[in-house]
């Protein structure tokens, strides 16, 4: 059983430009988080998706946003990237938006030149 | 409204106990724990639900102190296995899950 896949694994990007970044979450699971990982720290919430919306947001700009597909799979956007933007992006599953532990995929490294 | 971790790291000898303390500003209502390897994702370990309980993952277990607002890891005989930075993940009814500061766990033999 696949558990989260994200791709790509990793991604260098020119300040300014867009990126779009993926995730499968684990069979099952209906509810997408995304997390920003920085060096040396915790992961920060972005956003989570269940049903195709929005439910809940954290302490980001609006260059982040996402989309979330019938199939449960979730897309993470950002826009006019900045250094401060690279990071270690985490996409996490769960059955459901509650007391349910999450699966992590192994993340996307994104970094910002 | 970070949780804020206590201690932020820790080097423990194989065999040895270590406790993970999980502190919170707002009222929990369940509290995770992840363990996070040098260069991985972030693993579920456990979830605690109520005030009062508590759980154990082989020679890991945690307890959730509910009027506290705090939650407990607790590591006996640690293994190398155990090194990773652990982080506690309160969270408040449908609402995000919120990562603690982390705790750096290294084992050595």
């Known amino acids: 059983d696949a558990g989260v896949t994200q791709s790509p694994t990793h991604l260098i990007k020119t300040r300014g430009q867009q990126v779009t970044l993926r995730c499968s979450p684990k069979?099952?699971?209906?509810?997408v988080s995304w997390y920003q990982q920085a060096l040396g720290q915790g992961p920060q919430f972005i956003f989570q998706?269940?049903?195709?919306?929005?439910?809940q947001r954290g302490n980001f700009p609006d260059r982040f946003s996402g989309h979330q597909f019938p199939n449960y799979s979730s897309e993470l956007n950002v826009n006019a990237l900045l250094l401060g933007d690279s990071a270690l992006y985490l996409c996490a599953s769960s059955p459901g938006r509650g007391n349910y532990g999450y699966t992590f995929g192994s993340g996307t490294r994104l970094t910002v030149v | 409204q970070q949780p804020v971790q206590s201690p932020q790291a820790v080097i423990l000898r194989e065999g040895e106990d270590a406790v993970i303390n999980c502190s919170s500003s707002k009222a929990l209502y369940s509290v995770h724990w992840y363990r996070q390897k040098h260069g991985e994702a972030p693993v579920f370990l456990m979830i605690?639900?109520?005030?009062?309980e508590q759980k154990g993952h082989e020679k890991i277990s945690a307890s959730f102190n509910e009027k506290k607002q705090q939650s407990s890891l607790y590591l006996t005989a640690s293994q190398l296995s155990y090194s990773g930075t652990y982080f506690c993940?309160?969270?408040?009814?449908?609402?995000?899950?919120?990562f603690g500061t982390g705790t750096r766990l290294t084992i050595i033999p």
């Open positions: 605690l639900l109520k005030g009062g």
């Open positions: 069979s099952g699971h209906d509810t």
């Open positions: 998706y269940y049903e195709e919306e929005e439910r």
């Open positions: 993940g309160p969270q408040f009814g449908n609402e995000k899950l919120t």
